[in-house]
């Protein structure tokens, strides 16, 4: 449908002497500005240019014939094993190159020249086509009602009673199949999500020496990843495990940590938070020693560290856990316990 044929209620109010639209009066500010005014492309009112770009085409074309021909030629002559040198790839096999390169010229070309023959010579005025309804129409709807019971009189679904039963018995079980495969999703979580790796008695393990931590160990200033002890890389359940129990390790003068149970949970102004940021679960990497804030890098969530881990900026909803801590008899650092509350996004809202 061209714009003349635009029913005469969609057409904007007012052209100019250029097809130009006006687009909204005082009454209507909204009014729908219409089609802008169609420009001519040099090929509409020259007719050597849209010559010139009939010859461009066809040559495309001929050019997609010509490789085509080479592509067979190609594969007809050039022995399997000789190697060719090809700047800057270097020496590759000359049947695959000279495959390649000729099919590859002939679709360009088909592609160039049939790109080039809609943008210059075909038709390029504004089309525009009305929704129809979805909805079919009484008569469609009667139609395929009388067609259904048709149907179901021919099926004799009604007097074959002992089809009917079987039938819809078998439908019935048959997605009991799906149901069986379910099995293969795995282990139900079970209370896994709820709780991690972390128990009385386990020893915080250095993250990148591997050794367990003493006190002496975390400097006041610094910031130290640990792990629970007995949990190595090259466990089947690292991944897993390490994604819930990885902590953050500082040290804050005992005077300056402002949260009452902070304190009590660290040794000696040693405090373990858990790494993993509570807005969606980036590992928290970023500290400020002389603020005690913790910067997440994803989305900038930061954690005041010396205030139970609140969230004083950023998306995170919730304060980073804080694992109770002490020293055992060797004078290690180890978990009195697993966190209070669960790690991690999302798991909050579930209750
Ligand atoms: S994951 Fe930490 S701020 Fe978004």
């Known amino acids: 449908m061209s714009s003349q044929d635009i029913p005469e209620e969609n057409l904007p109010a ?59 030629a190609a594969y007809v002559g050039v022995p399997h ?19 390649g390169l000729t099919l590859g010229v002939a679709l ?19 089309m525009v086509d009305e929704r129809h309804p979805i909805e079919a129409s009484p008569e469609v709807r009667e139609k395929v009602f009388d067609d259904w019971k048709q149907g ?5 679904l009604g007097r074959r009673k002992l089809i009917r039963n079987t039938m819809l018995g078998a439908l019935t079980l048959v997605p009991l199949a799906g149901v069986v495969l379910l099995r ?21 393990v250095n993250m990148n020496t591997n050794e367990p931590l003493r006190p002496e160990d975390v400097a006041v200033g610094s910031l130290t990843f640990a792990k629970p002890e007995g949990l190595e890389e090259h466990d089947e359940e690292f991944q897993t495990e390490i994604a819930k129990a990885a902590l953050m390790i500082v040290r804050i003068q005992p005077d300056n940590i402002k949260d009452k149970r902070e304190l009590e949970w660290s040794h000696d102004g040693i405090v373990a938070y858990s790494k993993i940021c509570t807005h969606v679960g980036c590992p928290i990497s970023l500290y400020e020693q002389q603020t005690h804030h913790v910067l997440c890098p994803c989305h900038q969530s930061t954690f005041d560290l010396s205030d139970g881990a609140r969230v004083i ?39």
């Open 313 to 351: 900026f950023g998306p995170a909803g919730h304060a980073l856990p804080q694992l109770r801590i002490g020293v055992n008899e060797e004078g290690y650092l180890e978990a009195l316990g697993d966190f209070e509350e669960p790690v991690g996004p999302a798991f909050w809202e579930r209750g």
């Open 184 to 204: 293969d999703l795995g282990p139900l979580p079970g209370t896994k999500l709820r709780h991690t790796m972390w128990r009385k008695g386990l020893q915080l």
């Open 81 to 99: 094993d000789k190697a060719i040198y090809v700047f800057p790839i270097g020496h590759i096999n000359a049947l695959n190159f000279s495959l």
């Open 108 to 126: 360009f070309a088909i592609g160039a020249g049939a790109v080039h023959w809609a943008r210059t010579l075909m038709s390029d005025v504004e």
């Open 152 to 156: 179901a009189k021919e099926s004799a």
């Open 14 to 72: 007012e052209q100019d002497a250029h097809g130009a639209v006006s687009v909204a009066d005082d009454k209507d500010p909204f009014a729908d500005p219409g089609l802008p005014p169609h420009e001519h492309r040099v090929q509409d009112i020259d007719e050597r240019a849209a010559r010139r770009s009939e010859r461009t085409v066809a040559m495309l074309f001929t050019l997609s014939m010509l490789a085509t021909i080479g592509f067979i």
